[in-house]
Structures are given as C-alpha cells and as structure tokens.
C-alpha cells in the first residue's frame, strides 16, 4: 500500500508540474530529449509519435495477449522488437527469451526456421531458460536485466500472480535502466495491472497479406506477420490501435492502412449453380450457420 501511495503522488505531482511521471526519478542529465540515444524506433510513422519518439531504449516494456490464442502474435512481436533492438545495438549480442513450463506447453516453443525466415535471427543468437514457477522466472529476469552482454531480456509469465506487483516490476525496470538494454514482459492471457512498466502495448493477430514482389502482390501467397497493436500506456497517454507488419529485411514495421488486407475480397458465392436451380448460391457470412431448418 505504501508503495501504491507512493506511484499515486508520483503521478499528481507530475500533473501539477506539466511533465511526465517517468521524468521525476531520473536526474537531469539522463531525462529523454526525444532522440534516438532513449528510444527505439519502430519506424511505423503513427505509432513511434504516439509513442513520442519511439519504444525506451532501457526500460520495461509490457505486451499483453489478452487470449491464449494470442501467444504467437505477442510472442512474434516481442520478437520483432528484440530484433530490432539487437540490430541498432553498437555490439550484437544473445536475446534471452524466459518461460515459465505452462507457457511453453499452451503456447509453444521458438521454431528455427520460423526465427531465421520471420525475424532474421539465427539460433544461436536466441538463448532459451524455462522456470518451473513465476518467481524463479522472475529471479532469472532480474539477474539478466544487469547484464550488459545481452542486447534484450524477454520474460514470458501466463495469467496474474501475486509475485509480479509493482515492487517486482520497479526492480526490473531499474536493472534495464542501469544496463541500458529493453526488458519486454510478455503477459498471456492476463488482464492489465499495476506495473511500473512506462509502456504498455495490448497485441493481437491481424490477417496476413500477400508477399509484394517487383510486379506487385503475388497471388495466393502468405506476406510478412501482422499484428493489431493497441497503446494501453505510453510517456505521451495518447491512445491508438494500428495494425502493423513486420519487415525483417529491413528490421522496421509498417503501418497497414485501414480498410487494406493485401488480399482479394471474397466474392460472395461458396458453390457454383446447381442444375435444376434458378437462384446462385448464398453469400458467406456467419449467419449461415445459424439458419433454422425449414
């Protein structure tokens, strides 16, 4: 309680100054100015302004999946995010991915070729640690977030748990803050808590489009991973849903215009024209299972 106190001045007293709550627990030297010396851009034009200027750099950044179904989009853009911050890293080195075993076992484990093809990692630049419980994943987070021989910390927690409250989420974002590297939580199937996370990104899959080749879309083909991500919290409070996809030439995500898929739309008809009938089939949608029989 004292500590919730605490955050809960920390936040009014930013708002009578004008400025931002992060700000206030960092000297005056180290505070942002916007550069990209504190933030990682994503490139995705909308979303690194909403963000102002781009993910921290050295911070703990949350992405959540609000279903099970959800693991693999959050689980790739955390990815994605980690590729990108070992790429722009003045010394590429290892990502250290932490499970805990029920994650693996609804979610899945890293596939290589998925990792080489999707992200451009190879495997042995990803190093993996499965913990039998929440608080032994959470030992090894805060063990790898001082290490400086690691270009990202990604821990990967299922559900809520006691153990994961603001004091454990605040040492944390203080290891990866001293250490200068991104420490991004993946919360599964698990609604938004307290944290002392300044970002919070709510991820969900979007429809793939068609690979673009020099003489445009190629037809029935499966294009880069896409993702609807939401900004549930960020330095600037402004809010915003955008679809994105990854690009892993070019490490950089961009944004899908609303309304486009890359793909053709579904032309209405399931079967072609029975013999003996005068009508054309019925057009797809969800209530045609529903139908009650005549």
Known sequence: MARETFFALRQEIARIEGTLPERLELPADKVGDGSDRHFLPTRAVRLDAVLGGGLPRAALTEIHGRQSRDAGSVAGFALA???????????????????????????????APGLLHRFALQPSDLLLASARKTEDALWIAEEAAGLSALSAVLLEVRGTSARLDLTATRRLHHRTRATGRPLYLLRQSAAPEP????????VSPAPAGERHTLFGPLAGSLGPPAFTVTVSRSRTSIPATLTLEWNRDEHSFRERQAGSTGRAQDSGAVVSLSSGRTHSAGSSGPGMAQRKRA
């Open 81 to 111: 995010l980690a590729a990108l911050a070992r790429k722009q890293a003045a010394a590429p080195s290892p990502i250290l991915w932490i499970s805990t075993g029920e994650v693996l076992h609804e979610g899945g484990q890293p596939y």
């Open 195 to 202: 944290t002392a996370a300044p970002v919070r990104l709510i």
